[in-house]
């Protein structure tokens, strides 16, 4: 009896949750409707309206059925009015389970009602002091069905930051009329806060059109801070922008980088808002969970990151210093005017063609081919012409008998060939053999300046990839310092954290100061070994491993650094390249040549003569003068012996000789000649080894 019952429990029980698990697994998820109220009209909703409910639908997939009704979206007037009927309109819908107030109107109206019927999600919250929001000691509002996010108040940082970029005595302030009508406390607390800044400011709220603000300048303004203008009909802030850049204002926006994409100069705000619609996102996957909206903390870090649009800087003549522009993320940085494009390949082949140290080389190359021609001229003919005019006195012509007439002029010729000289022949091969250690010491400042310029092309990216990790690495200590900052305003961290990350922050400026010394000096190596100017602007392309011009290394080279087998073979056949293919080892053995060359001379020195051919042919040309006829020929007859005739000489000469030559003693020269080069063939052939 006792086991039939526990048996019939046991499968009751089974039975029952078998029947819970396929009820639960039939359950569909809980609908859930969401309702959006956005301020007014702005080219920037649709942008926002889809990254929020991508962010919400990612995140809630599964355990909800997230919707955001068409009829439910509502985009108000830009009045205070029109944003608040709009607001009581979706918390009266019984439709509607969950409130989204996107816009600084929206989100103000419902942090300052007394009771709220469901949960409101308040995002765009710009400073909960000067709103005077309710807030708890962990940072939440204490409110029920309340949570906002409190965006932090950047403008103190703002100027400052401005200030460095562009010193200034009086800024103007651009406001809002929208957000002004909704929070008038905002020009209270603008005035106070330019207190810190030393600067005179002018604080002007835009309504419709900028077209009055424009009328008045220049004026005296010197700098403009542009809060979002977002209210603006299509047209207007490019106009704004537009007029700034005319009358060379600088600028800078506090939204952030997408105003600086359309053309203000620079701002330190980044683009917040994917970050700001996920962290939405995650409020509402903890409201819908059960928590109580009042109890979520609503301090929010939006980032830190300095953006400067070069093309405004140009265009209103305006430089930042070198230490700005280096923390800055810099928008069109390159004129578009520049041309010069640089890739690995191109870099090595303009460096061997444009290098002057490769220049020079070549120049000496050429002349070594001379040297050559010079030393063979040694073994060939020889033929000297000379010309003499001589004058001498009368006397001594007289006296003569005609051999020497007082005035001459002769011609004469000489030719010369070398029969036989082994220290000719020797310098004619020596000089050929280092002909050949010439062109090889080119061949070697070749690869040296190809390899040196593929090295200084891979240094500017190397440097450069280390200058962008090191303003990476500042921008997220800046990020994190503004998180201490908010963390210490709710009293969620103490003082301490704060001082910790602003020295972070100095040490990566300093960093970043160094990386950027580094890549630019990398930047002037490469244009000294292309010979270019050493300042002048390239743009290089980024190289890896699926580079076109390295497309042989890829498919030819890598396979063999699969595994240590076929980097073996790959490792031997590199040896063997380098054996046959070093310049540094063929100008080694061009070398041992030369000496055995040499060596074979100095020995030869002790028995070989130098032997030579000489022949000459000189002619007088013209004479006159006393002296000119022999005396002789004037001699009368003698009797019984008749006329006397004397041998004549004729005006040309001529003579044909060999000569030979041996030094008999030279006091050991010849020996320690002979031992010298011996020795130095042994060094060169161990150097060689």
């Keep these: 009896m006792t086991h039939r019952f526990w048996f019939t429990n046991v499968m009751l029980v089974l039975a029952m949750s078998t029947l ?19 301020d007014g009209p702005w080219e920037g909703n649709e942008y926002v309206r889809g990254l929020s409910q991508q962010e919400i639908g990612d995140l809630l997939r599964g355990e909800f059925d997230v919707r955001f009704p068409d009829d439910k979206y509502i985009i108000a007037d830009w009045s205070i009015q029109g944003v608040k009927s709009a ?16 816009g ?16 409101v999600i308040a995002p765009v919250v710009i400073d909960p002091v000067v709103q005077a929001l309710p807030k708890t000691g962990d940072g939440s509002s204490g409110i029920l069905n309340l949570n906002y996010v409190a965006l932090p108040d950047p403008f103190v940082r703002d100027l400052k930051i401005f200030q460095q970029i562009v010193p200034f005595k009086k800024i103007t302030i651009l406001l809002n009329q929208r957000f002004v009508d909704a929070i008038p406390n905002i020009l209270a607390n603008t005035r106070k806060a330019l207190e810190e800044i030393n600067a005179v400011p002018e604080i002007i709220a835009i309504d419709e059109t900028v077209d009055e603000f424009l009328d008045k300048l220049p004026g005296e303004v010197e700098a403009v801070y542009v809060c979002p203008l977002i209210h603006l009909p299509d047209g207007e802030f490019d106009k704004l922008v537009l007029g700034l850049m005319e009358h060379k204002l600088p600028s800078f926006s506090l939204f952030g980088r997408n105003e600086v994409e359309r053309g203000l100069m620079a701002s330190a705000s980044d683009d917040f808002l994917p970050r700001l619609t996920r962290r939405v996102a995650l409020n509402v996957q903890q409201i819908l969970l059960g928590k109580d909206p009042g109890s979520i903390p609503a301090a929010f870090s939006s980032g830190e990151k300095l953006t400067i649009n070069m093309a405004t800087v140009r265009a209103i003549d305006t430089w930042p210093s070198w230490a700005i522009i280096n923390e800055a993320e810099l928008l069109n940085e390159h004129q578009e005017e520049i041309q010069r494009r640089l890739t690995l390949k191109s870099v090595v082949l303009e460096a061997v063609q444009a290098n002057l140290d490769l220049t020079a080389k070549n120049y000496f190359v050429d002349a070594g081919t001379h040297t050559v021609k010079q030393a063979r001229s040694n073994l060939l003919p020889q033929l000297d012409i000379s010309g003499t005019g001589l004058l001498i006195d009368d006397d001594r012509a007289a006296a003569s008998f005609g051999s020497q007439p007082e005035k001459t002029v002769t011609g004469s010729a000489v030719v010369s060939q070398l029969i036989y000289s082994e220290q000719a022949w020797a310098n004619y091969s020596i000089q050929r053999h280092i002909q050949k250690t010439r062109e090889q010491d080119r061949r070697e400042l070749q690869l040296d300046v190809a390899k ?16 962008r990790i090191q303003r990476e690495n500042l921008e997220r200590s800046r990020t994190n310092l503004e998180l201490a900052r908010v963390r210490e305003s709710v009293g969620y961290s103490g003082r301490s954290e704060v001082f910790r990350w602003e020295s972070e922050i100095a040490s990566r400026q300093n960093s970043l100061i160094t990386a950027n010394s580094v890549r630019n000096l990398a930047e002037i190596a490469l244009n000294r070994i292309l010979h270019r100017p050493l300042e002048e602007p390239f743009e290089i392309e980024e190289t890896g491993l699926d580079t076109e011009s390295l497309e042989f290394l890829r498919q030819s080279i890598l396979p063999y650094f699969t595994n240590k087998i076929s980097f073996r073979t790959f490792r031997g056949f590199m040896v063997e390249e380098g054996f046959r293919n070093s310049p540094e080892l063929h100008k080694l053995r061009v070398l041992v040549k030369v000496q055995g060359r040499l060596l074979d001379s100095a020995t030869r020195a002790f028995w070989q003569p130098t032997v030579g051919l000489q022949a000459s042919l000189s002619n007088i040309l013209s004479k006159s003068g006393v002296g000119t006829e022999s005396a002789l020929a004037g001699f009368p007859e003698i009797p019984g012996i008749g006329s006397i005739s004397f041998p004549q000489v004729d005006d040309t000469n001529w003579s044909i000789g060999i000569i030979a030559s041996f030094p008999l003693f030279t006091s050991g020269e010849k020996l320690a ?17």
């Excluded at 819970?20 to 956005?38: E, K």
């Excluded at 200084?456 to 190397?462: C, G, H, P």
């Design 673 to 689: 000649t002979r031992n010298k080069a011996e020795l130095e063939l042994r060094q060169l052939e161990i150097e060689s080894q």
């Design 20 to 38: 819970l698990i396929g009820q639960q697994t039939n359950a569909q998820p809980r609908v859930v409707r969401i309702g959006v109220v956005v």
């Design 452 to 467: 040196g310029a593929g090295t200084a092309y891979l240094d500017v990216l190397r440097t450069g990839t280390f200058e």
């Design 104 to 119: 600084v109107i929206g989100s103000n109206d419902v942090t300052h009602r007394d009771g709220l019927s469901k949960p």
């Design 87 to 102: 607001i009581d309109r979706l918390l009266a819908d019984p439709d509607i389970d969950l409130l989204i107030t996107w």
